[in-house]
């Protein structure tokens, strides 16, 4: 990948982590354009780390999702953003995937903390739960029903039985977020890669799509073509072969 953009390829992540929790591999990828982060809540430059654009959930609309997970008996993580920096706060820890979740983040936030209650006004951008799907899916279906908001829903690739529920602005997705960094590239067409459900929105506007050999059943049905698997390199190898190619045809 980094050989690709030196030869002045354009090629960005969109993905739900937080530039704190992706942080590694923006660091050996060392891209010279923004990346999509949080499901397209955020455009990062990672050269300058600057926040290029962050999208909040409305005030009323954060309010009304809290409430959903209370009723549902599984707080979330709240992640809050002040212009310069995120933040997160948690009320509880509920298992242990939850607290490795934690661990791994503590030291990689500004401020990451629990709380006894949520503090209003702040500004803020992410709600997230890890937990079984039984736990968390009428918690999703109840969230689904909020006009301004929007709600990803889908199995965590590391931890077996466990479901990632993440809660953001409506206007946001890794879709808006591609074709908003595509608008400021000036690029003529959006190619796109995925494992996940949380990436059919991404795959629905892409131009093309591929998703990887061990990605799940509902993204392969969207997708222009299979590729190799993201756990044998299936994207950089790819690419590396088309590109490759492309200029030898020249």
Request: hydrophobic fraction near 40%; charge should be positive.
């Amino acid at each position: 990948i980094r050989r690709l953009t030196a030869q002045g390829h354009w090629f960005s992540i969109a993905t739900a982590r937080s530039a704190a929790s992706a942080g590694k591999f923006l660091e050996q990828l060392q891209l010279p354009i923004p990346v999509v982060l949080m499901n397209g809540v955020v455009l990062y430059h990672p050269m300058t780390r600057e926040y290029v654009h962050v999208e909040s959930i409305p005030p009323q609309a954060a309010e009304q999702a809290l409430g959903v997970f209370e009723r549902g008996g599984r707080l979330p993580y709240r992640f809050s953003f002040d212009g310069r920096d995120f933040s997160v706060e948690y009320r509880l820890l509920y298992h242990q995937a939850d607290r490795k979740f934690a661990r791994q983040r503590q030291t990689l936030y500004r401020r990451f903390e629990a709380v006894e209650s949520y503090e209003p006004g702040r500004n803020v951008v992410y709600l997230a739960a890890l937990d079984r799907w039984e736990v968390l899916s009428p918690i999703v279906r109840e969230l689904r029903a909020l006009p301004e908001v929007s709600v990803t829903f889908y199995q965590d690739a590391y931890e077996d039985g466990m479901w990632f529920c993440e809660c953001f602005s409506h206007r946001a997705s890794k879709a808006v977020g591609a074709r908003r960094l595509q608008r400021m590239l000036g690029a003529d067409r959006l190619v796109a890669f995925g494992d996940n459900t949380n990436d059919i929105p991404l795959f629905e506007q892409a131009d093309e799509c591929y998703a990887v050999a061990n990605g799940v059943e509902q993204l392969k049905a969207l997708a222009t073509d299979i590729i190799g698997s993201n756990r044998e390199h299936g994207v950089a190898r790819y690419l590396a072969q088309r590109l490759i190619a492309k200029k030898e045809t020249r």
